[in-house]
């Protein structure tokens, strides 16, 4: 499921990061936070990718999107060269 697959990647990355595990909770507005972190966390999915970046400096922000026949014909106009070999 999603919610065991997006707290594998925080386990994994928070023990790379601090050496042990955070918790993940939400806020009043339901953004993400580790909670008894300063760490800043964004957090993006779709049906079967997840997207997760967490840092010490700065609030991060990501978004992935599932390939749509509409987003295909926007996306020439909003990335660059090298983001479109991504997709």
Known sequence: SFNTARDACLDSLTKRIW????Q???DEHGKP???GSSAH???SHTREKLALI???SYAPGIDIEDLRP???QGAARMLSEDEL???
């Open 85 to 87: 070999k991504f997709h």
């Open 41 to 43: 966390i964004s957090l």
């Open 33 to 35: 936070f580790l909670f």
């Open 19 to 22: 050496g042990h595990s955070a």
């Open 24 to 26: 993940f909770v939400r």
């Open 70 to 72: 509409a987003l295909q």
């Open 54 to 56: 967490i840092s010490k």
